[in-house]
């Protein structure tokens, strides 16, 4: 998902199998995140937090679906 931010910024997930691919970055460098497998049987959802250091701060939802 592209994010622009003129300085730095820091990412944060909310559930354990949803890991941003760094903790933090520069400007416009990508940000990716690895998903462990869903094996509940429920959809589940996790949050990646944005933080820039000016504080403007956006979410990204993440959702991974069981499969059928």
């Known amino acids: ?6 300085k730095g910024w820091k990412a944060e997930s909310n559930a354990k199998w949803c890991v941003a ?3 933090q970055g520069n400007k416009t460098e990508r940000l990716g995140y ?3 497998a869903n094996d ?3 959809d589940r959802i996790a949050t990646i937090k944005l933080t820039a250091l ?3 701060t ?3 939802n993440v959702t991974v679906r069981q499969g059928h």
């Open 40 to 42: 509940t049987g429920i």
């Open 21 to 23: 691919s760094k903790d």
């Open 1 to 6: 998902f592209p994010v622009t931010i003129i």
């Open 54 to 56: 000016n504080d403007n």
């Open 58 to 60: 956006q979410f990204v």
């Open 34 to 36: 690895q998903l462990t």
